[in-house]
């Protein structure tokens, strides 16, 4: 029996075949549901699997299912990501979560390894959400918090779910099933600057924050910028400003990982000339702890108020959308320090502010989540970069927890303190 060995060039190759599909002049990923771009990073990573040994499936919403058998019939242990992508966004963001589990397989296949239990990687559909207004859309079909037919029928106006999946071929049956799924665990890049700037291998994540996002709109009197005196204004950009100042104190007072964000801003008559009228903001609160979060966004909510009622300003608030944080599985952590620990890497724990398939999945199955450097914590744009080496690193971190976790016939399986056999089915 040879030694698992990461192929650190084959894998950056196909990472970088991977990115061309979709890719503008300029460098840019353009490869959103749906699109000839996406039809096509499918059909690769589909010929990717089934030349690893994998049995491919698709279901209902699209979601990409390789499954390689071990050598019992065990509840199988379960990974993956995503490879649709944010327009003009990077090659990185998601890609990793999908290529790093295909390079473990084609590992063990070059070492004759074959698991006890089998493997699936899981390629899901809409992730990002761009074309249909549903982020995390196939985890969220596949772990039944969306109905399947629901999801289907989303349009973008010009098509639905079920008829863009049917134009690319990719209109499976059912859907995946989590009744025996063992575990899920999901790499992906940081998209944020901790492990780069502190020069660590990967980031152990620990939890996931919640997410709200609210729609406010401060109403004044739109008037000639000339004629109207500083005192005689009701002007609605600054009630606006008022408040995403306040936003930011709020946010800043409430914790480390407390976040809010003033991300969109539509200002009418939108003359430089005018006194705005209105204004709509989009605003983003997040938090990892579900209480701070409440807090954060009563004290938002009452911060506009307050800044409407000092300018003699009407205020609308909105509330779009609610996502509870996500802790991950203890054990998985455990699980994960140990191989960075086998491997010589270094790691830390961390928590993460971005969304992903993980929050789902750990509602249905005991998930972990292990995160690679992004270079200067750029991510959603072309510059976006995980280098060879950390993709690598990171890489041969996630084997072995995976190695670990699907079980060795060549040594003694690796336990917790007081961890049953079976502690993670």
């Known amino acids: 029996m040879e030694d698992i060995t990461v192929d650190r060039e084959r894998l950056w190759s196909s990472v970088q075949e ?25 059909d690769t990573v589909v010929s990717w699997f089934e030349d690893a040994g994998m049995n491919v499936t698709v279901d209902a919403v699209g979601n990409i299912k390789a499954r390689l058998p071990g050598t019992t019939d065990g509840a199988p242990v379960m990974t993956g990501s995503h490879i649709d992508t944010v327009p003009n966004g990077g090659k990185f963001d998601g890609v990793v979560g999908v290529l790093a589990p295909l390079e473990v397989i084609r590992a063990w296949n070059d070492a004759g390894f074959e698991p006890e239990r089998p493997l699936e990687i899981v390629v899901f559909t809409e992730e990002e959400g761009t074309r249909f207004g549903v982020g995390l859309l196939g985890s969220l079909v596949a772990t039944g918090e969306l109905p399947l037919e629901d999801a289907l029928e989303l349009s973008d106006g010009d098509e639905t779910v079920r ?16 009744e025996r799924a063992a575990s899920f665990l999901e790499i992906h890049v940081e998209q944020g600057p901790i492990l780069d700037e502190s020069g660590t291998d990967v ?34 950009y600054l009630g ?13 007072a409430a914790g480390e990982h407390s976040v809010g964000t003033v991300g969109k801003s539509t200002v009418s008559p939108n003359g430089t000339n005018v006194v705005p009228g209105r204004v709509e903001l989009g605003v983003d609160i997040r938090d990892t702890d579900g209480d701070r979060l409440a807090r954060m966004v ?17 205020v609308q608030w909105e509330t ?36 992903h398939d993980a ?28 280098s060879p080496r950390d993709l690598h690193r990171g890489t041969e971190v996630l084997e072995a927890a995976i190695r670990d976790l699907v079980g060795d016939p060549r040594a003694a399986p690796a336990r917790l303190d007081g961890e049953r056999a079976d502690s993670v089915d």
């Not at 008829?163 to 989590?178: A, F, K, Q, R, V």
């Not at 606006?240 to 800043?252: G, K, N, V, W």
């Open 240 to 252: 606006a400003a008022q408040f995403s100042l306040d936003l930011e104190a709020i946010a800043t």
């Open 163 to 178: 008829e863009c999946l049917s134009s690319i071929g990719y209109n499976g049956t059912g859907t995946i099933d989590l």
């Open 18 to 42: 991977l990115g061309a599909i979709g890719e503008t002049d300029e460098g840019a990923m353009m490869r959103v549901t749906g699109s000839p771009a996406d039809a096509a990073a499918r």
């Open 298 to 314: 009563r004290d938002a909510k009452a911060a506009a108020t307050e800044a409407a009622d000092t300018r003699g300003l009407e």
């Open 203 to 236: 980031g152990i994540v620990e939890a996931i924050a919640g997410i709200t996002h609210h729609r406010v709109v401060f109403e004044g009197t739109a008037d000639h910028a000339g004629n109207t005196p500083m005192d005689m204004r009701r002007d609605a």
């Open 320 to 355: 779009l959308l609610e996502v509870e944080p996500t802790d991950l599985s203890p054990e998985i952590q455990s699980r994960l320090e140990q191989a960075a620990e086998s491997t010589g890497g270094t790691y830390r724990r961390m928590l993460s502010g971005a969304g």
């Open 359 to 386: 929050m789902n999945m750990a509602d249905a199955v005991p998930t972990g989540m292990l995160f690679v450097p992004s270079e200067g914590g750029l991510s959603h744009t072309p510059e976006e970069f995980t």
